[in-house]
């Protein structure tokens, strides 16, 4: 994951704790030599099945598994493969996982805010545009929507505001690379979208997008 995508402000409150008190919905893809091949991250959530009632991204869905009960839905996280494994279909294996582990629950469904991998390309353009963006051949455009819609996923609704970010100009100089001279909106590399800069006040904000998508069990 990109560097800056380690310090969301709401998920690293809750983030230790998937592991600790949610064990049996994490896992790793381990090859024959027990080499990690991908990491997947969820949570059980509380959805009455409307886009109405989805969480607020990313950053609602962890505070919601954490924080209400009567999970009937697993809410996919995240799934990290290095970048020299990627191409080899373990994303769609890992969310075959994700699917196979609410089942076992006896969850009616797997719910994604999904990170769309191109739009980094396309760091200006709304969420909402671009998740409605098709191929010729009628599939999504992006890449890793396309791997969710091909195991028969639907997409739900955009989320711009999924992730939340925020870190002093320092840390976000730090954590891009780059520098910010003055307070204004940057692109900064793998960025969905602009970091707001305020200079004055020493503070960057970011709020990442995603789009919500559903695999029903």
Same mark, same amino acid.
């Given at each position: 994951m990109p560097e800056y995508n380690n310090h969301g402000d709401v998920l690293n409150e809750y983030w230790p704790r998937l592991t600790e008190t949610l064990p049996e919905f994490q896992?790793?893809?381990? &090859?024959? *030599?027990? /080499?990690?091949?991908?990491?997947?991250?969820?949570?059980?959530?509380?959805? *009455?099945?409307?886009?109405?009632?989805?969480?607020? &991204?990313? #950053? &609602?869905?962890?505070?919601? !598994?954490?924080? =209400? !009960?009567?999970?009937?839905?697993?809410?996919?996280?995240?799934?990290?493969?290095?970048?020299?494994?990627? @191409?080899? !279909?373990?994303?769609?294996?890992?969310?075959? &996982?994700m699917a196979s582990i609410a089942r076992r629950h006896g969850l009616g469904s797997l719910i994604a805010p999904v990170r769309p991998s191109w739009k980094e390309r396309y760091p200006l353009v709304d969420i909402e545009r671009y998740a409605r963006w098709r191929r010729p051949d009628g599939l999504l455009f992006d890449p890793w929507m396309r791997v969710h819609e091909r195991l028969g996923a639907d997409?739900?609704?955009? /989320?711009?505001?999924?992730?939340?970010?925020? !870190?002093?100009?320092? =840390?976000?100089?730090?954590?891009? @690379?780059?520098?910010?001279?003055?307070? @204004? #909106?940057?692109?900064?590399?793998?960025?969905?979208?602009?970091?707001?800069?305020?200079? /004055?006040? @020493?503070r960057g904000s970011y709020w990442e997008p995603n789009v919500w998508m559903r695999h029903l069990l």
């Open positions: 896992f790793h893809l381990v &090859g024959d *030599d027990d /080499e990690i091949l991908a990491r997947a991250r969820t949570i059980p959530v509380r959805w *009455d099945a409307t886009t109405a009632d989805l969480p607020a &991204g990313i #950053d &609602g869905a962890i505070k919601r !598994g954490f924080d =209400e !009960g009567s999970a009937n839905a697993l809410c996919a996280l995240v799934i990290m493969v290095p970048r020299d494994l990627q @191409g080899r !279909g373990l994303s769609a294996a890992a969310v075959e &996982g997409v739900l609704k955009p /989320e711009p505001r999924s992730l939340r970010i925020t !870190g002093t100009v320092a =840390e976000w100089e730090d954590w891009t @690379g780059m520098t910010f001279p003055e307070s @204004g #909106d940057y692109w900064f590399p793998r960025s969905l979208a602009t970091v707001a800069i305020d200079r /004055e006040r @020493g």
